[in-house]
T-cell receptor
Framework: GENVEQHPSTLSVQEGDSAVIKCTYS??????FPWYKQELGKRPQLIID?????GEKKDQRIAVTLNKTAKHFSLHITETQPEDSAVYFC???????????FGKGTKLSVKP | NAGVTQTPKFQVLKTGQSMTLQCAQD?????MYWYRQDPGMGLRLIYY???????DKGEVPNGYNVSRLNKREFSLRLESAAPSQTSVYFC????????????FGSGTQLSVL
């Protein structure tokens, strides 16, 4: 079945710096890759997603890139702000299991 | 629209007790899911219901049962709670035409002593 690995598990950056979180997946049939943000004590919320027919997608300060050959995708946050502090989860779906398989999460801390 | 509503928000059980977590969505979504979240483990799928009248096992179904009561409601039951089931439980739903985009409830923090 699908396996999603996410790195790093924790990331600390200064306000204004960029942050990058990377995920790899194992099932080459997976075709949908979302990113969820979970603030402390809150529910996970979808912030951006990408499908396998696209290499990059941007939404203001966040972007996701996908390398199908290498089976990895990344979340890029530019000009980080304290409100970006949260746990970020990547996920993959569309392979043999069908349902979303999540990575273990990255705790991002943005220091003012 | 309330979205996805879970009850209760917090629960403490003793080993061996049973309880049911309730979930309801008002977005007319076809699919509903139960996840558990443990520190350092991400979100793991317990059971899901692709449509009213169907349920299927996810990654970690042991010790749980589910009921899709109607299109709106999907409950999770622990028949004999164990300390290993201490976790935060999230219900989620998704639309038929965009089933991969999950909308989560606010979670239930369950402690089994």
């Amino acid at each position: 079945g699908e396996n999603v690995e996410q790195h790093p598990s924790t990331l600390s950056v200064q306000e204004g710096d960029s942050a990058v979180i990377k995920c790899t997946y194992s099932d080459s049939a997976s075709n949908y890759f979302p990113w969820y943000k979970q603030e402390l004590g809150k529910r996970p919320q979808l912030i951006i997603d990408i499908r396998s027919n696209v290499g990059e997608k941007k939404d203001q300060r966040i972007a996701v890139t996908l390398n199908k050959t290498a089976k990895h995708f990344s979340l890029h946050i530019t000009e980080t702000q304290p409100e970006d502090s949260a746990v970020y989860f990547c996920a993959a779906s569309g392979g043999s299991q069908g349902n979303l398989i999540f990575g273990k999460g990255t705790k991002l801390s943005v220091k003012p | 629209n309330a979205g996805v509503t879970q009850t209760p928000k917090f629960q403490v059980l003793k080993t061996g007790q049973s309880m049911t977590l309730q979930c309801a969505q008002d977005m007319n979504h076809n699919s509903m899911y139960w996840y558990r979240q443990d520190p350092g483990m991400g979100l793991r799928l317990i059971y899901y219901s692709a449509s009213e009248g169907t349920t299927d096992k996810g990654e970690v179904p042991n010790g749980y049962n589910v009921s899709r009561l109607n299109k709106r409601e999907f409950s999770l039951r622990l028949e004999s709670a164990a300390p290993s089931q201490t976790s935060v439980y999230f219900c989620a739903s998704s639309d038929l035409w965009d089933k991969e985009k999950l909308f989560f409830g606010s979670g239930t923090q369950l402690s089994v002593l």
